[in-house]
């Protein structure tokens, strides 16, 4: 079982030639909504990796927390461990420029509400893997942290969006999944040493005894073990919308830790699947199936 405890959003996305300066006003070409939030979006990868999968998060008593949750109902994750907030549902401003990139402001409301009490709802046990990141109150993130190793549990951390308190227990996670903007922070943050990034990767792997995940877009992955390093390429596709697609990412890797593949078979099916997740826009409806991973990796190969 995967237990994703998370933010659940509604995204707000607006389509822009490019993206604007700070203080410019550009005109939008189009406008969509679509359930987000890094946790809902991590959950829904990995039931569509093919994992069952249970969400603990929080909504709002409003229109929008319906919406926020579509996908992930169709998608059968279990939503016993969701409450109601008085607060907002949780929402993400998005603007997608027309090279795929975007930028991104992030309204937690409900999330906000997901505290420590709140990790009884997830019935962690032993083999379980439990999927955490950064938009919800960080005291939470920490303890799900604890009671995951309690429990038995596996844990893998994406540590974004970047905070840099989380800093102090980046090392409790078995595996860190962060961008290469958010491992450079969070290596001045820790004053990892070495020359360049892989090498302070393996920094930090030596101190803490766990696994560093970096991801680096279209330039594939890297993961630093106290015992390994490897780098994984990603597919090679021309981006539509990036949207989502660390999210999937780390979904997929999840999913493939828990079906026991080994680390570098769970980092290509993971980077293949944040590589398709790049060919539609939004962040959940782009989300690859399992069969269209499996084709695609075959077709890589050859």
């Known amino acids: 079982m995967i237990i994703v405890v998370g933010s659940i959003n509604l995204d707000l996305i607006a389509n822009v030639d490019r993206l604007p300066s700070p203080g410019e006003t550009v005109r939008g070409s189009g406008f969509t909504t679509a359930p987000g939030g890094k946790g809902a979006n991590q959950a829904l990868a ?3 990796a093919g994992a069952k999968v249970r969400m603990v998060g929080a909504v709002g008593k409003d229109n929008f927390a319906t919406e926020a949750q579509a996908l ?3 998608g059968k994750v279990d939503l016993s461990g969701v409450g109601q907030s008085f607060a907002s549902t949780g929402t993400a401003l998005i603007l997608v420029g027309a090279d795929g990139e975007n930028v991104i402001a992030v309204v ?11 990790l009884a709802k997830a019935f962690l046990g032993k083999g379980d893997v439990v999927l955490l990141q950064h938009e919800i109150p960080l005291q939470t993130v ?12 596996i844990t893998v951390l994406n540590t974004a969006p970047f905070r840099g308190e989380a800093a102090a227990f980046l ?20 004053s990892l040493k070495g020359r360049d990034r892989p090498a302070r990767m393996r920094d930090f792997a030596g101190k803490t005894g766990r696994t560093i995940v970096v991801t680096l877009g279209g330039d594939g992955v890297l993961a630093a073990t106290p015992d390994d390093f490897l780098t994984v390429p990603a597919l090679k596709i021309t981006p ?44 959940q409806p782009a989300i690859p199936l399992a069969a269209d991973v499996d084709a695609a990796l075959r077709n890589a190969t050859g």
Do not use: H, M, W
């Open 46 to 48: 990995a039931a569509r």
């Open 72 to 74: 992930l109902v169709a």
């Open 108 to 118: 937690p409301g409900a999330n906000d509400s997901v505290l420590p009490g709140d």
């Open 142 to 153: 920490d303890a799900a942290l604890d009671a995951a190793r309690a429990a038995g549990a």
């Open 171 to 190: 090392g409790k996670a078995d595996y860190a999944v962060a961008n290469e903007t958010e491992f450079d922070l969070y290596g001045e943050a820790l």
């Open 240 to 283: 539509i919308d990036t949207v989502g697609a660390g999210d999937t990412f780390c979904g997929y890797l999840a999913a493939g830790l828990a079906s026991s593949l080994s680390l570098d078979q769970a980092l290509s099916r993971a980077a293949a699947a944040g590589s398709l997740a790049c060919l539609k826009p939004g962040a």
